[in-house]
């Protein structure tokens, strides 16, 4: 038997790159998954990918920064599989601009993406993962988040992120 055999999976940031990567491994481990992304085409094409390969995936377009919406792809989740174990908070976005070009609209998107949506998954997920029996937040970081990185916002938000992870664990 597979590790998440019966176990539903919400990943965040799955239309491309990491998130397509963590999306087929855990449709490998037999986990249904609720892919979302704010690009719907490539979210799309992997949930159709995954079906026609034996899995069992839902992609919904999602904004990690927009909390009604966070409602809606809970509520979307469990009205699909019925339950939620896992969250991954993979979405991520990145402007490549050092200090002094960082623009305001950069940095608030940046955190905006990295860290508010991050807080917003656990907010919007911890509950339903908790009456589903149990499973596992994941939030993906960086090592950014660990050293000086060129782009000001990028190491902040990541550098957050696990301070919140941190405070999250703490609470639960």
């Not at 481990?29 to 690009?39: F, G, S, Y």
């Not at 509950?127 to 029996?133: E, F, H, L």
């Not at 990541?158 to 609470?171: E, G, I, N, P, W």
Request: aromatic residues 4%.
């Amino acid at each position: 038997m597979a590790r998440l055999t019966g176990k539903v999976a919400l990943i965040t940031g799955a239309a491309g790159g990491q998130g397509t990567a963590e999306a087929e491994l855990f449709v490998r481990e037999e986990a249904a998954v609720v892919l979302t992304d704010i690009d719907a085409v490539a979210g799309e094409s992997l949930a159709t990918q995954l079906n026609r390969q034996g899995g069992r995936a839902l992609f919904l377009r999602h904004d990690v920064a927009d909390e009604a919406q966070w409602r809606e792809i809970v509520a979307a989740a469990l009205a699909h599989f019925g339950q939620l174990h896992v969250l991954v908070n993979n979405a991520g976005t990145i402007a490549r601009q050092g200090i002094v070009d960082t623009t305001l609209e950069a940095w608030s998107r940046t955190l905006a993406v990295n860290l508010t949506g991050p807080m917003l998954g656990m907010k919007h997920c911890a509950a339903a993962i908790r009456d589903s029996g149990g499973g596992s937040i994941i939030n993906i970081s960086s090592t950014a988040g660990l050293t000086a990185h060129d782009d000001a916002a990028y190491t902040a938000s990541k550098r957050d992120a696990a301070r919140l992870t941190d405070c999250a664990s703490a609470q639960c």
